[in-house]
């Protein structure tokens, strides 16, 4: 089965950018569809990103302009670049598998262990 590894969380100032990554054991060409979420401290884990195997994105209102999903198949990799970068949006963010059916995001039981992102001056 395949395994998601999360990295590249940091401390960041207000402003700042960081860049996620997420490595899979294996292919990824085959998953209909890749997504990162977040989960803040006493909130619901929430679909902040999403990209089908065509490459066709989907955001949360509250990262629209801010964040772009990509994915590179040769590197079994998902990446989301994240960019003026506010306090709230501090969290574990984690890495999943999922299905993109109907304009609907649906995630699957395979999650990486998260990265957390603290956005603090």
């Known amino acids: 089965q395949v395994q998601l590894v999360e990295s590249g969380g940091d401390l960041v100032q207000p402003g700042g950018s960081l860049r996620l990554s997420c490595a899979a054991s294996?292919?990824?060409?085959?998953?209909?569809?890749m997504g990162w979420y977040r989960q803040a401290p006493g909130k619901q884990r929430e679909l902040v990103a999403s990209i089908t195997s065509s490459g066709s994105t989907n955001y949360a209102d509250s990262v629209k302009g801010r964040f772009t999903i990509s994915r590179d198949n040769a590197k079994n990799t998902v990446y989301l670049q994240m960019n003026s970068l506010k306090p709230e949006d501090t969290a574990v963010y984690y890495c999943n598998a999922g299905t993109y059916y109907r304009r609907t995001y649906y995630p699957n039981n395979l999650w990486g262990q998260g990265t957390q992102v603290t956005v603090s001056s």
């Open positions: 294996g292919s990824i060409s085959s998953i209909n569809a």
